[in-house]
């Protein structure tokens, strides 16, 4: 059945290493993003990827990377510069066909930093 | 990046009250979306509203695009336990793709 899965769920780092986070779909949308939550508050965008091979900054990306070699992958990779890597992180994906465009989201994965 | 101003910020209500909650903007916007997240889950879309003045309904959701295209509001009728999560809005400015979120509404249902 279609939709967004990241992996693990849960995921623990020693500080100074980096994670890669897994986000698949196979949902065919075109456009996929990266959003960081924390406690009490709302989403920031991490990335955004349009189409394969082409990524964005979003408003936080300092600390991060990430890779569109498929279209319906789209890992993000916390490196050891993110001074505050511990958070929930969440994976979106949408059409990408215009104004109608809705976003939908995976299930998250919280990591936490020790 | 810039922030919807949600309200309230979170709401005790008892089963089968009514819920009311509202997000506005400075700036115009194309879409709006509502979402609802349980604690360690991902937002799940309830529902979207591409027109102004559109109200549209979700068994007991009800939202609206505000005629001004800056402002929303959703609606949650007879409440009952499992209402009890986190509603963001979230709407496009216009170049699609790039949301921006409200800070939340957390609803707490009492029998």
């Known amino acids: 059945d279609g939709g967004i899965t990241q992996s693990p769920k849960y995921l623990f780092r020693k500080e100074g290493q980096n994670v890669t986070l897994s986000c698949e779909q196979n949902l065919n949308h075109d456009a996929m993003y990266w959003y960081r939550q924390d406690p009490g508050q709302g989403l920031r965008l991490i990335y955004y990827?349009?189409?394969?091979?082409?990524?964005q900054k979003g408003d936080i990306a300092e600390g991060y990377s990430v890779s569109r070699e498929k279209k319906e992958s789209f890992p993000l990779t916390v490196t050891s510069a993110q001074k505050n890597p511990t958070a929930f992180y969440l994976c979106a994906s949408s059409p990408g066909q215009g104004s109608s465009d809705t976003q939908y989201f995976g299930p998250g994965t919280r990591l936490t930093v020790l | 990046g810039q922030q919807l101003n949600q309200s309230p910020q979170s709401m005790f209500i008892q089963e089968g009250e009514d819920v009311s909650m509202n997000c506005t903007s400075s700036?115009?916007?194309?879409?709006w979306l509502w979402y609802k997240q349980d604690p360690g889950e991902g937002p799940v879309l309830l529902i979207a509203l591409y027109k102004a003045g559109e109200l549209t309904s979700n068994g007991r959701l009800t939202a609206q695009f505000g005629i001004t295209r800056k402002d929303s509001f959703l609606n949650i009728s007879a409440s009952i336990p499992s209402d009890v999560g986190i509603y963001f809005c979230?709407?496009?400015?216009?170049?699609?793709?790039?949301?921006?979120f409200g800070a939340g509404t957390q609803v707490v249902v009492t029998p």
């Open positions: 700036s115009i916007f194309n879409t």
């Open positions: 979230a709407g496009h400015l216009g170049s699609w793709g790039k949301l921006q």
């Open positions: 990827s349009q189409i394969v091979n082409d990524f």
